[in-house]
């Protein structure tokens, strides 16, 4: 299968910058999700990356670097409502349309 | 437009028993793929359908299984429950355009307690 790795919790402190990273298996890789879930509550999409590089938007940041097979999640200006589960997902080409699978997410607190 | 639904919200069986999800997609959209998250595995896929026809599944066994209707709509099915089937199960849709990755959204799930 395709594996995706990244940490399990991370800590962090309301105003500070946090960066989350996350790996996964190049062959048959398409392209990588970021989404963002709170307990209790469904994953809501933050990001899609395809092409190496920097996405920004707004607070929120996203990298790929496809020939390594490593992405980031940059958060900016935490904020306590950010304290949530981040969920990485590669997207696979599978028989005739493409799969996602997921890391078992980083569960990121927000301290003051 | 409204998100995706997901129903029950919440359900409670006994081992052996079976159940029935139940999921509809965003209004247009024709993908529809399933999950089972635990807190040991994370998000697990299950299968995806689209046009009515299972088109990807995953590592799960036959005890599990999905349709989907002609509107989208898709069912998913658990048989002879075990307490290891005790999870959330997420549906979410996609647009699917051919020939590229479409963002997935996701419904707020059903939690499933097997006891």
């Known amino acids: 299968g395709q594996n995706i790795d990244q940490p399990t919790e991370m800590t962090a402190t309301e105003g500070a910058i946090v960066q989350i990273n996350c790996t996964y298996q190049?062959?048959?890789?398409?392209?990588l999700f970021w989404y963002q879930q709170h307990a209790g509550e469904a994953p809501t999409f933050l990001s899609y990356n395809v092409l190496d590089g920097l996405e920004e938007k707004g607070r929120f940041s996203s990298f790929l670097s496809r020939s390594k097979g490593y992405s980031y999640l940059l958060l900016k200006e935490l904020q306590m409502k950010d304290s949530a589960s981040y969920l990485c997902?590669?997207?696979?080409?599978?028989?005739?349309?493409?799969?996602?699978?997921f890391g078992k997410g980083t569960k990121l607190s927000v301290i003051p | 437009k409204a998100g995706v639904t997901q129903t029950p919200r919440y359900l409670i069986k006994t081992r052996g028993q079976q159940v029935t999800l139940s999921c509809s997609p965003i209004?247009?959209?024709?993908?529809v793929s399933w999950y089972q998250q635990t807190p040991g595995q994370g998000l697990q896929f299950l299968f995806e359908y689209f046009s009515e026809t299972q088109r990807n599944k995953g590592n799960f066994p036959g005890r599990f299984s999905g349709r989907q209707f002609s509107n989208s709509r898709s069912e998913m099915n658990v048989s002879t429950l075990e307490l290891g089937d005790s999870a959330l199960y997420l549906c979410?849709?996609?647009?699917?355009?051919?020939?590229?990755?479409?963002?997935?959204?996701f419904g707020p799930g059903t939690r499933l307690t097997v006891l």
């Open positions: 997902a590669g997207s696979y080409s599978g028989a005739g349309s493409y799969q996602l699978t």
């Open positions: 190049t062959s048959g890789f398409n392209g």
């Open positions: 209004s247009g959209h024709r993908s």
């Open positions: 979410a849709s996609s647009l699917e355009s051919s020939g590229r990755t479409d963002t997935q959204y």
